[in-house]
């Protein structure tokens, strides 16, 4: 303890002046380091504040190109319009053309596609329809020929009304037969038409049989079923009309059970025709228990019941197929219809009659036998429900009349 006393109150040794030379260097570093840091940190906010205002400038420059992006954009869609605008002037110009080729009898126009060569043409064709409808608003004269109503070949002067109409002096007036020549036509005054390059005169009027041939074979399947549903609802009506014979005899025999009993109703029952008094017979015609009544009543309507509801799920199944016969029709002539226009297009309009007649004639026949089947069916089916609920009130009138005034342990009917 002494020793170290002795130690510490010592004076200054060797090893307190090499801490005090490492105090002073440790601290000599700290210095510096803090220098380095606080340049570090100056350095640190400088490069900071210029990669942000770097960072802004690019952000500028990102909108700005944006802009012109949004710019160059709409100028495309503004081009893009433009072009096909000029695109549909040149279809028009082209289609003016063709069809100014075609209406103007004898005029050449300029072949080409530069817009030099179609603007030349353009002019001719407007020149020369400029003349034509000049011509077409006078009245000439001039010799030609015609078709008589005969036949025969007539020729002398034909008075013009411009294009529209043709009067053959001395015969009558005239209408475009197709292919420039004119045909008489009956009656007086003048037929107006349009031109001379197509027939005028109106076709005769179709039959029922141009109309089912246009409807091809489904049109035939159609006409088919419904001949089979008028012919099953006419057997329908006939045998509801023999089921329902009777119906006074019935009430006859009603009050003969309650005036002259059960066995002389009987045997006019057997005689009398009808659905009614044959109920009223299997009734009657067996032991008097109350128990068999109802059975005997039930037997016997359940026995009439398909003569009653014969042919009817077939007439109502004939009304319901035949509008789809009719949609077949309508797919299978669409379907020819935009086979013609794939292969020859719509340039002839004659060409897709056919698939358009076979697709609406189906139609309307499928309609034509559906909706007098329909009602029809519906009306002998409720004229059937009718009849069997007569049946059912006449073998109950049986009943209450034969238990209310006769004594079943009296009177015994020989069952057959």
């Known amino acids: 303890m002494i020793a170290l006393l002795s130690l510490a109150f010592a004076e200054p040794g060797p090893l307190d002046a090499a801490y005090q030379r490492e105090y002073a260097y440790l601290s000599a570093e700290i210095a510096a380091l803090n220098t380095q840091r606080d340049t570090l940190a100056q350095q640190r906010q400088q490069l900071l504040g210029e990669r942000r205002a770097a960072l802004a400038s690019t952000g500028a420059e990102v909108l700005d190109l944006a802009a012109r992006r949004t710019a160059a954009e709409d100028q495309l869609a503004q081009l893009e319009r433009s072009l096909d605008s000029a695109r549909e002037g040149v279809d028009r110009v082209e289609s003016t053309l063709v069809q100014a080729g075609s209406s103007l009898p004898g005029i050449e126009l300029p072949e080409g596609t530069d817009p030099a060569t179609q603007a030349a043409a353009l002019a001719l064709a407007l020149t020369r329809a400029d003349a034509r409808l000049a011509a077409g608003q006078r009245i000439t004269t001039e010799p030609g020929e015609w078709f008589r109503l005969d036949g025969t070949q007539a020729s002398g002067e034909i008075l013009r009304y411009g294009r529209i109409a043709a009067i053959g002096l001395g015969d009558g007036?005239?209408?475009?037969?197709?292919?420039?020549?004119?045909?008489?036509?009956?009656?007086?005054?003048?037929?107006?038409?349009?031109?001379?390059?197509?027939?005028?005169?109106?076709?005769?009027?179709?039959?029922?049989?141009?109309?089912?041939?246009?409807?091809?074979?489904?049109?035939?399947?159609?006409?088919?079923?419904?001949?089979?549903?008028?012919?099953?609802?006419?057997?329908?009506?006939?045998?509801?009309?023999?089921?329902?014979?009777?119906?006074?005899?019935?009430?006859?025999?009603?009050?003969?059970?309650?005036?002259?009993?059960?066995?002389?109703?009987?045997?006019?029952?057997?005689?009398?025709?009808?659905?009614?008094?044959?109920?009223?017979?299997?009734?009657?015609?067996?032991?008097?228990?109350?128990?068999?009544?109802?059975?005997?009543?039930?037997?016997?309507?359940?026995?009439?019941?398909?003569?009653?509801?014969?042919?009817?799920?077939?007439?109502?199944?004939?009304?319901?197929?035949?509008?789809?016969?009719?949609?077949?029709?309508?797919?299978?002539?669409?379907?020819?219809?935009?086979?013609?226009?794939?292969?020859?297009?719509?340039?002839?309009?004659?060409?897709?009659?056919?698939?358009?007649?076979?697709?609406?004639?189906?139609?309307?026949?499928?309609?034509?036998?559906?909706?007098?089947?329909?009602?029809?069916?519906?009306?002998?089916?409720?004229?059937?429900?009718?009849?069997?609920?007569t049946l059912e009130s006449t073998a109950l009138g049986v009943i209450n009349r034969w238990t209310r005034d006769e004594d079943p342990g009296d009177h015994r009917l020989a069952a057959k």
């Open 173 to 389: 007036p005239l209408a475009p037969g197709g292919e420039g020549r004119l045909i008489r036509v009956d009656g007086p005054g003048i037929y107006l038409f349009e031109g001379e390059a197509k027939r005028a005169i109106p076709s005769p009027e179709k039959t029922w049989a141009d109309q089912l041939r246009a409807g091809g074979v489904v049109g035939w399947v159609i006409v088919a079923l419904g001949l089979i549903g008028v012919l099953l609802a006419m057997a329908r009506a006939v045998s509801l009309g023999l089921a329902a014979r009777g119906q006074r005899d019935a009430r006859a025999l009603l009050d003969r059970i309650a005036s002259h009993g059960a066995t002389a109703a009987l045997e006019h029952a057997r005689r009398a025709p009808g659905a009614a008094p044959r109920v009223i017979c299997a009734v009657l015609d067996g032991p008097a228990d109350p128990q068999c009544f109802e059975d005997r009543a039930n037997e016997a309507i359940l026995a009439e019941t398909p003569a009653i509801e014969r042919y009817s799920a077939g007439i109502l199944v004939i009304a319901a197929v035949a509008p789809l016969l009719g949609l077949l029709g309508t797919v299978t002539g669409m379907i020819g219809t935009f086979e013609v226009l794939t292969e020859f297009g719509t340039g002839d309009p004659r060409m897709l009659s056919g698939g358009i007649s076979e697709a609406l004639i189906t139609t309307q026949l499928g309609l034509i036998v559906a909706i007098p089947l329909l009602l029809v069916g519906n009306l002998l089916d409720r004229a059937g429900h009718n009849l069997l609920g």
